[in-house]
Each structure stands twice: as structure tokens, then as C-alpha cells.
């Protein structure tokens, strides 16, 4: 069974940093346009950013632009966030994902990724 597991996560102070980690454990998405989304309670899934399949082309979203990146190692099977300058509202659930191979470019719509890991918590403390 395909399976992304993020990792990483944890409690950290405003200005702080944390990198996350997504695991294809099984290999199957080295060729997918992976992306990072994140929910806080009561709000919809919202888009981080986008990686392509090798890891040359990203897009972030302009509320972490500049402070998170996004890389993958082709060789590991994962996909890591780096989170740099943590605010209080970066707190959430933070899922990676794998984009549908009909996705064109990059794309923040939580529908052009089909499949999806479990989450881990970051909390930012004031």
C-alpha cells in the first residue's frame, strides 16, 4: 500500500525553525510533483508549497514565501519542508502529498494531489 509518513514536527518558539520530512516508503511517487499543505483546527487545507519530480522547479505560497523550503532527495524517497522564522499562525497540521501525473506544472489545489500522509503537528509558541 502507497504510503507517505511526514515526520518532524513538534513544538517550537516564534522565530524558531523545524524540518519536516516526507517518506515515500514504498517508492512509488520518485516521478510525482510532490506538495506540503497544512490545516489549523477549523480552517480548510491550505497550500505551503510544490516541488516538481526532481526537484528543480518549487512554488510556495506567499504566506511562508521566503522563509520555508522545499527539496527532495530522489535517492531516499523523501521530501523535506524547512521552516525557518516560525510565526504563531504557521501552527497546523502539516500533510505532504503526492500530485495526480495529470497535474499540470505546479499546481495549491488540495484536488491535484491524490494521495496523502498522515500529518504531523507544528505548534508555534508565542
Known amino acids: 500500500?502507497?504510503?507517505?509518513?511526514?515526520?518532524?514536527?513538534?513544538?517550537?518558539?516564534?522565530g524558531g525553525s523545524l524540518r519536516l520530512s516526507c517518506l515515500d516508503s514504498e517508492g512509488?511517487?520518485?516521478m510525482n510533483k510532490m506538495g506540503w499543505f497544512r490545516q489549523a483546527p477549523g480552517n480548510e487545507?491550505?497550500?505551503v508549497g510544490a516541488i516538481d519530480w526532481i526537484g528543480y522547479s518549487t512554488y510556495y505560497a506567499d504566506?511562508?514565501?521566503?522563509?520555508?523550503?522545499?527539496?527532495?532527495d530522489t535517492e531516499q524517497n523523501t521530501v523535506f519542508l524547512e521552516m525557518t522564522s516560525l510565526k504563531p499562525e504557521d501552527t497546523g497540521v502539516y500533510f505532504c502529498a503526492a500530485a495526480g501525473?495529470?497535474?499540470?506544472?505546479?499546481?495549491?489545489?488540495?484536488?491535484?494531489?491524490?494521495?496523502?500522509?498522515?500529518?504531523?503537528q507544528v505548534t508555534v509558541s508565542t
Do not use: C, N
Not at 500500500?1 to 516564534?14: F, I, N, P, R, T
Open 1 to 14: 500500500q502507497a504510503q507517505l509518513v511526514e515526520s518532524g514536527g513538534g513544538l517550537v518558539q516564534a
Open 28 to 30: 512509488l511517487f520518485t
Open 45 to 47: 487545507r491550505e497550500f
Open 63 to 72: 504566506s511562508v514565501k521566503g522563509r520555508f523550503t522545499i527539496s527532495r
Open 101 to 120: 501525473a495529470d497535474m499540470r506544472g505546479l499546481q495549491s489545489a488540495p484536488g491535484d494531489y491524490h494521495y496523502w500522509g498522515q500529518g504531523t
